[in-house]
Structure formats: C-alpha cells, structure tokens
C-alpha cells in the first residue's frame, strides 16, 4: 500500500495568483498521478508524472497552466498558475502499487 | 477513449437496508476497481476486481468482464456508508478513467 500526504489541505486565492500544492508519499513509486475533481463531478486526469522526465499532460490541460515537479521518488509538485474562478476544485495526487490506486487526502481550492 | 457509466446515480437508503450499483464500461479492461469518497473527500479504494467476485465484511464486488461489467454490493448498509461510490478502470497504459459516480445517503 501508500499512504500519501499533501499540502496544503485548502486554500482560498485571489484570481491571477498561483498555487503550489505538494505531494508526499511514505514509499518510493514510479509514477505519480494529479487529478482534478470539479465541484459535484468525477475525477479527471490532468497529468503522469514520472521521476526524471517531463511529465505527460490529457488534452485540455497544459505545462503552462500546471506546472508539474518530479523531484525524486517520493515526491511531486503540482502549480497551477494565473488561477480563475473555474479553477476552484479538490486537487489529488495518486500513485499506484500493484494494480492498486491511492489517493491523498486532496486540497480543496477555491478561488475568488 | 473507453466509456464508463455508473448507475443509478443516486440512491437513498434506510439504516440496515441493502443495495447493488453498477458499472458498465464499453470496452475490454486489464484493471477495474472501486473507490468511496467520504464526505470529507477522502478517496479509498475499496476493490481491485478486473474480474471474479471478492468480499470484504458487508461489502462485495463481482466483475464480468466479458459481459463488461461490474457490480458492487453493500449490505446492511450503515450512516458511515455515505458519500460517493466511484468505479474506474485502466484499457492499456496507466490512465484510470472514472464514472461519473453513485452519491449513496443511509438515513437513520
């Protein structure tokens, strides 16, 4: 299994501001997960992010809007730049471990 | 890309009573599984099923995946069982695709 940690839990930001949220995990993994969930809808991919390599981005989501850092094994960032209202949701990092999906606890955005 | 749909999408239940959601997906997958988001957002995987049927306490999941679908039972269902019932699924590659989710209430 993993346990993951994030920070923050939430935030409240001003339009036009930026967002850095963290991502630990207790175990070293290959590939780390951010998701996206709107408010009342499902979880959406925004990006795989994989130790020493660029990070692969779904259509519709791109570097400039959300920057993704990979550090090392245990760790990831998530940024997510010149923020709006829409983008106000729960921000989670995954990571999985034979066949098995885990999430954080999530950060709650909300933007003003 | 592969389809995931869930129903029903809401369920109202009374303490103690039991029920059955599903999960169809419109292609064949080598990953299924089943999360809760409890109302605090938390996410926990409660199965990994791409096939077969597996239990654990009230809770039950039976996958056929060559019918492409899943099936998740919760019996006696309890307050703590509310929120939010997910199923996901990975065709090739890593990318797990969600439903659209069951939103469970238990009354007491």
């Known amino acids: 299994s993993a346990v993951i940690s994030q920070k923050p839990s939430r935030d409240i930001c001003q339009r036009g501001t930026s967002l850095t949220i963290q991502c630990q995990v207790d175990?070293?993994?290959?590939?780390m997960f951010w998701y996206r969930q709107q408010p009342g809808q499902s979880l959406t991919l925004i990006a795989t992010?994989?130790?020493?390599?660029?990070?692969?981005?779904e259509s519709g989501f791109v570097i400039d809007k959300f920057p993704i850092s990979r550090p090392n094994l245990t760790f990831s960032t998530l940024t997510v730049s010149n923020m709006s209202p829409e983008d106000s949701s729960i921000y989670l990092c995954?990571?999985?471990?034979?066949?098995?999906?885990?999430f954080g606890p999530g950060t709650r955005l909300t933007v003003l | 890309g592969i389809q995931v749909e869930q129903s029903p999408p809401d369920l109202i239940l009374q303490e103690g009573a039991n029920s059955t959601l599903r999960c169809n997906f419109s292609d064949s997958v080598n990953n299924l599984q089943w999360f809760h988001q409890n109302p605090w957002g938390q996410l926990i995987n409660l199965f990994y099923i791409p096939s077969g049927t597996k239990q654990n306490g009230r809770l039950s999941a039976t996958t056929v995946a060559t019918e492409r679908y899943s099936l998740l039972y919760i019996s006696s269902s309890q307050t703590t069982d509310s929120g939010v019932y997910f199923c996901?699924?990975?065709?090739?590659?890593?990318?797990?695709?969600f439903g659209a989710g069951t939103i469970l209430r238990v009354k007491s």
């Open positions: 992010a994989n130790q020493g390599s660029e990070a692969t981005y």
């Open positions: 175990s070293q993994v290959t590939m």
């Open positions: 996901a699924v990975v065709r090739g590659g890593n990318k797990l695709v």
């Open positions: 995954s990571t999985r471990s034979t066949d098995t999906q885990y």
